[in-house]
Structures are given as structure tokens and as C-alpha cells.
């Protein structure tokens, strides 16, 4: 007997949340990466188009993630609906659907880096307690309800919610709380897996890290570097404020007792390191900003921070490049790559295999227990989280994640400025009035920031001191604020005397460029 539409929606929703619970409690074992929802996220993230991905960066900024998740948890949500129809009608169909979802969630874990064959189980599990839940819901093991359901789906002849009909009622009754039991129960069952399987990080043994004092400490920071006005982006960004920007739904947990570092490829000398290798070489402390190629003019997405770690140039000079190894693809335990110039990281400049951040270890969410950090070059193509590998190749042979969506092979940072203080749209007082901000352009430094009112002359802002010009740097100008509405921009040149162009370009290929532009309202 054919049930209603509602009635077989309420069934297919119910099965998948079964799924899914069933699916998270077995990754609490395989891994929360091989659980359908992030396998299946992590193919989205790395298949969408990157217009897409922009525009969730754009909108959702760090929780960009959190909405994708949230999405497919919607789009899941529907095509189970679909599922749960089809089966009130033919039970085969909703079979053929549950199959269907499990193989999608199959070969999307297989094809995650570092995938076993263990990782297809909780896809396979998640379908047949699928199967199981919808079976039960459709063949006499809920209690029956009232025949609401006819009416909705009289067309198709529908005779659910009479007298012998198994099917759970959608417009009420005991059938419909029990369907209803189930996917709270499920969803109860499947955070609790997600907890657990969280719960088991590296956040202890973290812990338990000391970190070497450096052989070459960083230079302090200067009295005059922190100009301390509220609103203004602090000379230092601690840990928690630190932008998080990468690809990874779920944050990878490496044991730096397991974590092992190889350098091959194009050199004469292979090498891997253990953690204890890496901690045991001559470290250097230093300042170094570091910018997201994403960030919009006037965005956010940067931050300074005190990095300690082991120079790249001696693991590289160690290792001995051979001639036209012009490329070093840093590659994440996650399979995530991004591709250096060999000549950058051997100019003298700072490029650093980091362990710590600002005195502790590395914190999880930002690479843990060893990242890239590199003055002067965008993330995408220098600071890979959660490092690995080290491979000497050419830029002919190989194109790194972001490249083969787009970007550009090379990115040095551009010379940007943004206004801080006052914010957007804020109302202020007449008479003297503060404007400050940020500039930075790292590895050539900022030389002067300007000032723009209303498309006036440029008036010349005053510098704070910085440690180096591999930080950012702070400034400030006093406007003689006038009653109206007025449009403030800024404009820095960096240490070479080149001055940033005031012409606007979206971040890709290789960033941003444009003057931060705001206004506000002198009462």
C-alpha cells in the first residue's frame, strides 16, 4: 500500500539521521575524517568552483566551513526526503536511493589523503542502518496513526493513517513521535560520536611540549610600536585572534612523537627528521606578519605574530637541491600543497619550519606541531599548516592546490593599508579627531602612509616604530574633523618608495590591491 508523502519524507529524514549517527560512531574509530559528512564536505571544498569559495569566505568569513557543513546537512535533509517518498511508493527506490548515498559517501572517503580501506566503513554502516530504520518505518514496526495523511495525498491514491496502515502519520499521533523520537535520538547519538571523536586530540600532549630557547631571539619590541587605541588592531596578535584561514573541515591531530619530516625530490641528499630532530636544531625567534591572499581591501585577514622555529634554508642547504629545483611543494598531512620559489627560501629572508607561536606551542588549529611561516609571500603559497613533506620539484612539473584552481604560481604580498580607527559608518565629534590604522608589506616594509579626505590632498600620517619589515606597522593622523559627511581613505608606500595603487582588483589571482576607503559622519 502506498503511504503519504509526508509520512514517507518524515521516514526518509528519520533513516538518514539514523545514518549519519550510526556513521559518526563508527569514524570515533576510523577517523572523523572518513565520516560521510566531512568526506563528502571535503570534496565540495576541493571541487567548487572558486568563485564560489570566495563568496563563502567573503560571507561567512571563519565560519565559511561551519556553512558548508551546515549545508549538506540541508541538502542531505532533502534528497532523504526525496528518498523516503520514493519508497512509500517502492520500497526498491528508496533502497536504490540508500545505496546511492552510501557510495557517494564511499568514494569520497577513499579519495581523502591518507584513506584505507577501513574508511569507507562508516559509510557503509551509515547505509545499512539506513535501510534497517527505513524498513522498520515502512513495514508495521511504528504504531499507526490517524488517516490525516489521505488527504495530503489523495492523487496518489494514498491510504495512510487508516486502520492497519504501519506508516508513521505526519500530521500527528503516536507515529509521528516516534519518527521524531528517532532523528532526535540520532542526532543526540551523532554529536555525542562527533564529541568524542574530537575529544581524542593531541591537545594533551601538546601540553606537555618545551619548547627550546632560541639561539637567536627575537629583537623586542620597540615602546613606540603599540600605539594602543581602542579599535586599533594590537602591534601583536595573540593565539585566539589569530585569523584561521584553510581547507581542512576537520582539524587534523598529529602526534609530534609519530610525526616524521621528509625532504626528497630534486636534491642529493634525502632527509627525514623526527620531532626531537627539529627541536634539537639551532632556532631562531622572529615578528612576522603573515596575510591571507583572500583578504579584501580593508579586510581582516592578517595578523602578527612572534614565530619560533628551525630556518628552511639550512634543511634545504643540507639537503642539496640539484640545478632547476626551482620550486619547494610544502605538502600538509592532509594532502594540502602549496609551492615556494627554492630562491625565496634561501635569500636570507626569515622562512621558518615554525614549532611556536607567540611563546607556546604551536596552537592545533594553526598547524600543530610544525607549520611554514614566510615573510613576504601570501599563505597559499607559503605557510602550510600541519607539515609533512618537503619536495624539491619545478614549477613546469607540478602546480600546487591553489594553482590548479586559478591562483597564481607566485604571490608576493602587495603593499596594503587599512583603517582601524574610526570604523565604518561611525559617527564622529567635531574638532580633532584620530585616524589610525595598519600598513604592511612584508620583507620590504612600510615607508609612509597617507591620508585621504574627501579626494583632497594626501596628509602624511605618523609611523609607529616596528621591529622589522617583516611586520606590519601602525599609524596614526590628526584630522581637524568638520560637521558633514566625509570619505577618508589611506594609501602606504612600501621600503622600495613604490606606493600602492589606488586601482581595485578582486583577491584573485595573486591579491587585493585598491585604497581602503571609508566614511563617516562628523556630528
Not at 631571539?217 to 620597540?222: S, W
Not at 612576522?288 to 619560533?308: F, H, K, M, Y
Not at 611543494?329 to 615556494?340: A, F, L, N, Q
Request: aromatic letters at 6%.
Amino acid at each position: 500500500m502506498a503511504v503519504g508523502r509526508r509520512s514517507g519524507a518524515l521516514a526518509g529524514v528519520a533513516a538518514a539521521a539514523v545514518a549519519l549517527a550510526a556513521a559518526e560512531l563508527v569514524a570515533v574509530a576510523t577517523g572523523p575524517r572518513s565520516a560521510p559528512l566531512v568526506a563528502v564536505g571535503g570534496v565540495v571544498v576541493d571541487t567548487v568552483p572558486e568563485p564560489v569559495k570566495a563568496f563563502a569566505i567573503e560571507v561567512f568569513g571563519f565560519y565559511d566551513k561551519v556553512a558548508l557543513l551546515a549545508g549538506t546537512v540541508l541538502l542531505l535533509a532533502v534528497f532523504a526526503a526525496v528518498v523516503g517518498v520514493a519508497a512509500g511508493h517502492s520500497p526498491p527506490a528508496g533502497y536504490a536511493g540508500i545505496a546511492l548515498f552510501g557510495a557517494v559517501g564511499v568514494a569520497a572517503a577513499l579519495t581523502r589523503p591518507g584513506a584505507t580501506a577501513l574508511s569507507a566503513l562508516p559509510s557503509l554502516v551509515g547505509a545499512g542502518a539506513a535501510a534497517a530504520a527505513l524498513w522498520l518505518l515502512l513495514r508495521g514496526r511504528v504504531p499507526a496513526g490517524t488517516a490525516a495523511d489521505a488527504a495530503v495525498d489523495e492523487s496518489a491514491g494514498s491510504a495512510a493513517g487508516q486502520a492497519g496502515d504501519a506508516v508513521p502519520d505526519a500530521a500527528g499521533g503516536r507515529g509521528r513521535r516516534t519518527v521524531l523520537a528517532m532523528i532526535g535520538g540520532a542526532a543526540v547519538l551523532g554529536l555525542g560520536a562527533r564529541m568524542l571523536g574530537t575529544r581524542r586530540d593531541v591537545s594533551a600532549v601538546r601540553a606537555g611540549v618545551v619548547l627550546p630557547a632560541p639561539a637567536s631571539p627575537a629583537p623586542p619590541v620597540p615602546a613606540g610600536a603599540d600605539l594602543r587605541l581602542p579599535r586599533l588592531a594590537p602591534y601583536l596578535t595573540d593565539n585566539a585572534s589569530f585569523y584561521l584561514i584553510d581547507t581542512a573541515l576537520v582539524v587534523p591531530q598529529v602526534d609530534p612523537r609519530a610525526w616524521r619530516l621528509r625532504v626528497h625530490g630534486r636534491v642529493r641528499r634525502p632527509l627525514e627528521l623526527t620531532f626531537a630532530d627539529l627541536l634539537a636544531r639551532p632556532m631562531v625567534e622572529r615578528h612576522i606578519t603573515l596575510c591571507c591572499v583572500s583578504n579584501e581591501v580593508g579586510g581582516d585577514l592578517v595578523g602578527n605574530a612572534r614565530w619560533l622555529g628551525v630556518p628552511v634554508r639550512d634543511l634545504l642547504d643540507q639537503a642539496e637541491p640539484v640545478d632547476g629545483a626551482d620550486q619547494v611543494v610544502s605538502r600538509s598531512v592532509d594532502g594540502w600543497t602549496c609551492g615556494t620559489p627554492t630562491a625565496v627560501l634561501r635569500d636570507g629572508r626569515d622562512a621558518l619550519l615554525a614549532v611556536g607561536m607567540n611563546g607556546e606551542p604551536l596552537p592545533v588549529a594553526h598547524g600543530f606541531p610544525v607549520r611554514m611561516v614566510i615573510p613576504g609571500l601570501y599563505g597559499y603559497v607559503s605557510a602550510c599548516k600541519w607539515l609533512v613533506e618537503l619536495e624539491l620539484t619545478t614549477f613546469a612539473e607540478f602546480d600546487a592546490y591553489w594553482v590548479r584552481r586559478g591562483w597564481a604560481q607566485q604571490a608576493a604580498v602587495k603593499t596594503q593599508s587599512r583603517i582601524d580607527v574610526p570604523r565604518r559608518g561611525a559617527e564622529v565629534a567635531s574638532g580633532p579627531a584620530t585616524v589610525a590604522g595598519v600598513a604592511w608589506a612584508q620583507h620590504r616594509g612600510i615607508l609612509r602612509v597617507e591620508v585621504q579626505v574627501d579626494g583632497g590632498q594626501w596628509q602624511e600620517a605618523t609611523l609607529a616604530e616596528t621591529v622589522s619589515v617583516d611586520t606590519w606597522r601602525q599609524w596614526h593622523w590628526a584630522w581637524p574633523a568638520t560637521p558633514g559627511r566625509h570619505r577618508l581613505a589611506v594609501r602606504a608606500t612600501d621600503g622600495t618608495g613604490q606606493t600602492q595603487t589606488g586601482v581595485l582588483s578582486a583577491p584573485i589571482p595573486d591579491g587585493a590591491t585598491g585604497w581602503d576607503t571609508i566614511e563617516v559622519t562628523v556630528a
